[in-house]
């Protein structure tokens, strides 16, 4: 894909290109993003027929198209398991596969103590990749040791302060559309709600336990709300 891998974007190999704006992505693009990754994965789990477990969902798999919203792609399914023709709810099944698949830091923990991959176990990689996503933080970070991991950062950060813990790009972008004082505080105000908001949905599909994470379908629907009251917001703002 033209634009590379989500990863190239979220870490770039040089302070060089960290510091330039033209080369990280801004708020409303990692929100449509965003939007892609689910809108692919609750086609994989709910419209596919058979349903198809990723099992490796991460910053690398996500292929990003050369078009001005430069949309998103969930690629690589070399190790994707698909579930049986008469599966009834794909949330409730699984299936084997042999030894712990898929990469460290995005592997859900209950893949440690079984041998079968689950659509829960996606939704948990999603919800690692969404956090990873607005916090600039990958999951093996050097500051992840001993209990605390990107789960638990995020989930310490909610609700009132996202914004400390937000990779600083993201507010780079947003900065530079708040230099006029009569809209800078709107513009903060809505960043704050939109990043509170989606790292809350992060943490929420990232839970330890499997039946404690949201579905895929429903985390879609609320990511999509997120997308459209921040560029709502922003279509108000940018008349004003």
């Not at 991460?58 to 050369?66: A, G």
């Not at 659509?119 to 690692?128: C, R």
């Not at 302060?161 to 530079?176: C, R």
């Not at 839970?207 to 921040?230: G, S, T």
């Amino acid at each position: 894909m033209p634009k590379g891998s989500l990863k190239d974007w979220l870490h770039p190999e040089s302070e060089e290109e960290e510091r330039n704006l033209g080369n990280t992505l801004s708020l409303a693009r990692r929100l449509g993003i965003a939007v892609d990754i689910m809108d692919a994965l609750d086609y994989l789990h709910n419209q596919c027929q058979p349903p198809i477990i990723h099992c490796d969902l991460k910053p690398s798999n996500i292929l990003l198209s050369l078009t001005d919203d430069m949309s998103a792609r969930v690629g690589d399914f070399g190790i994707s398991k698909i579930l049986p023709d008469n599966t009834s709810n794909a949330l409730s099944n699984s299936v084997s596969f042999t030894g712990i698949r898929g990469s460290i830091g995005y592997l859900t923990p209950e893949y440690g103590e079984s041998s079968a991959a689950t659509t829960h176990g996606d939704v948990y990689s999603l919800g690692i990749l969404l956090l990873e996503m607005f916090t600039g933080r990958s999951p093996t970070d050097d500051m992840f040791k001993d209990s605390l991991d990107l789960h638990k950062f995020a989930k310490a950060a909610l609700p009132y302060k996202a914004m400390e813990i937000v990779d600083p790009a993201i507010l780079l972008h947003e900065e530079t559309k708040g230099r006029d004082a009569s809209n800078a505080a709107l513009v903060r105000s809505r960043t704050e709600d939109c990043l509170a908001s989606v790292i809350g949905l992060g943490v929420s599909c990232s839970n330890k336990w499997p039946r404690e994470r949201m579905v895929v379908q429903d985390a879609a629907v609320q990511m999509h709300a997120i997308r459209y009251a921040y560029l709502n917001v922003a279509t108000v703002t940018a008349a004003c």
